[in-house]
């Protein structure tokens, strides 16, 4: 045992024990992320429903998907999470960063006061809009209103307003992180370009969109892809705010909230991992024509 | 810096208006306090100090659901985790930074392409195991999917890559074995990073929904969140007793956000840049 031990190079070794190291994460990878994968796109091409027994239907679920009003309702849903999410957070974030990073005096306190909804738990906060937006006396929104002299406006209870009403939070909750990734890019831009540029006579304008905007494109990259793979994976504020319901009459209804109901309310997980294959088809497409429309210009 | 005097009024301005608009953003949590310190019938006035603070409330949120208990699984579940996270991630971190070995390129590739998969795609599998293996109702169930994260691998491997081979070399000179080295020299020289990855870890198992949602049905062993939306039934009405739930969900993490707060800004300037 110990001639042989010693008849191994040290790189051998070496190998033995980056193995031994990595052995049950090689175990973990593949049994809880791996195979459940291939798991979720093998069953959807089945009818599998969690009791009966698992039967190969072919493109069946798929072709049930693209007839489904109720799927095309809720991916109309979530490209509108997405579609008003991202532009708002995204200029709201940048346009807070870009004047925080000039503020030398309090500017620790500023960024905790924009950054603290960030930390908190969905569902609490869920909460707390929702009382919010309750009819007056109740709501603080709708006593304003009233209180200016403008009628009340339903919220969650209007298949129009819901679903901006849901968002709020959401974006009051995700730009916190997007300006704390914003000011360290705009910190590592180095002082001298804007020195340069004053010496030339550049305005701010032209600073900004000459030298601040092209060098931060990284940074921007990067949070429109995070910001709108979240936007696109919404759920808990959705469910926290319509009692798991995504209402009224589905106007809320992302597309994780119809996976949800599928899987758990009506046991159909084929059908329910179809929905899964397509959300994963959409955070990658979505990922990377804007990494690639960002990087080519 | 630059033309300070020119700018000044301009300087005040914005520096009112951010502070304007952070008064806004932490408006909702003030107002959430004033309420869970609120009598009920207090609740309709949009003041923002209570005329008789009170603590009823909590007092009540602990005896008549299973709050307490809710709190202390999500501390259990969350330390367990991290705890885990800290470990695995690290070492494997460590292992893809400092080791040479063939295959390792391919590790690397396969565990940065789970950052690919949406979990929404993983918890039916999840589900279907949790059930097989009767899972469903304990805290393993909640927990095992989230015991080691490819974004903590990577952040961890940056980390290790930056720390000088001679020093891990000093340390197998002095007869440390390669877990000593990692353990006992590796891991102290990341203590930054490893407290950034911590942090995230615990947050983002404290603030966790859907897949406790879906792995909990025993009230007894809800999360916090889980728990907090169930609050529909009960507290319907109650404003003042919701806000109180969601005041004891909140309060911690901005607790560890106060105490914590260079760290916590820093970490995720890193993790986001890295990354």
């Known amino acids: ?297 | 810096m630059i033309g300070i005097r020119k700018t000044a009024p301009g300087h005040i301005a914005a520096w009112t208006l951010l502070l304007l608009g952070g008064i806004v953003m932490v408006m909702p949590f003030v107002f959430m306090l004033a309420a869970s310190f609120k009598y009920n019938n207090e609740i309709y006035e949009l003041s923002l100090l209570p005329h008789e603070p009170t603590l009823d409330n909590y007092r009540r949120l602990f005896e008549r659901s299973g709050f307490l208990r809710w709190f202390g699984n999500s501390l259990l579940i969350g330390t367990l985790t991290t705890a885990s996270v800290l470990f695995f991630d690290s070492l494997v971190g460590y292992t893809l930074a400092k080791f040479r070995f063939r295959g390792r390129y391919l590790v690397f590739v396969a565990i940065l392409s789970t950052l690919m998969i949406p979990t929404e795609m993983l918890v039916l599998p999840w589900y279907s195991m949790a059930r097989t293996f009767g899972w469903l109702d304990t805290y393993w169930g909640v927990a095992f999917p989230g015991l080691m994260t490819g974004f903590g691998t990577f952040l961890m491997k940056q980390f290790f890559e930056g720390v000088p081979d001679d020093l891990l070399d000093a340390g197998r000179l002095d007869g440390l074995n390669e877990f000593q080295v990692w353990w006992q020299v590796a891991m102290p020289l990341v203590a930054p990073a490893l407290s950034a990855l911590a942090i995230f870890t615990f947050l983002g198992n404290w603030t966790a929904f859907l897949w406790p949602l879906i792995v909990i049905t025993d009230r007894n062993l809800y999360t916090l969140p889980v728990g907090l939306a169930s609050f529909s039934g009960e507290f319907q009405t109650e404003w003042e007793m919701v806000m109180t739930g969601a005041s004891v969900a909140t309060i911690p993490t901005i607790l560890v956000f106060l105490l914590l707060q260079r760290y916590i800004i820093r970490g995720i300037a890193m993790a986001g840049l890295k990354a």
């Open chain 1, 1 to 297: 045992m110990i001639g042989r031990s010693q008849d191994l190079t040290i790189a051998q070794k070496r190998a033995i024990w980056a193995w031994a190291f990595l052995s049950m994460p090689v175990v973990f990878y593949v049994t809880i992320r791996f195979y459940p994968a291939a798991q979720a796109f093998g069953a959807s091409f089945t009818n599998w429903n969690i009791v009966g027994r698992m039967e190969f239907i072919g493109l069946a679920n798929y072709s049930r998907l693209l007839q489904d009003p109720a799927f095309w309702k809720v991916i109309g849903n979530t490209f509108a999470y997405l579609g008003l999410g991202v532009p708002i957070s995204m200029l709201a974030s940048f346009v807070i960063a870009y004047f925080l990073d000039r503020v030398r005096f309090g500017h620790g306190l500023l960024r905790a006061l924009y950054f603290i909804p960030h930390l908190t738990t969905a569902v609490a906060m869920a909460w707390v809009w929702r009382w919010f937006y309750q009819p007056a006396p109740v709501g603080a929104f709708n006593v304003w209103l009233v209180g200016l002299g403008f009628p009340q406006v339903a919220f969650l209870r209007s298949t129009t307003h819901a679903l901006p009403a849901v968002l709020a939070p959401a974006i009051w909750a995700g730009i916190g992180f997007q300006i704390v990734i914003f000011l360290a890019g705009l910190k590592a831009i180095p002082r001298t370009y804007y020195e340069a540029a004053t010496i030339d006579g550049a305005g701010a304008w032209r600073v900004l969109f000459e030298i601040t905007l092209p060098l931060l494109r990284p940074t921007i990259v990067f949070l429109v892809v995070t910001s709108s793979i979240a936007y696109l994976r919404i759920f808990d504020y959705v469910y926290a705010m319509t009692n798991g319901q995504g209402g009224p009459l589905d106007s809320t209804k992302p597309l994780v909230l119809k996976i949800f109901e599928t899987a758990f309310a009506h046991f159909e997980m084929g059908y329910a991992a179809t929905q899964t294959v397509v959300l994963f088809a959409i955070l990658l497409v979505i990922s990377r024509m804007q990494i690639r429309l960002l990087r080519s210009r």
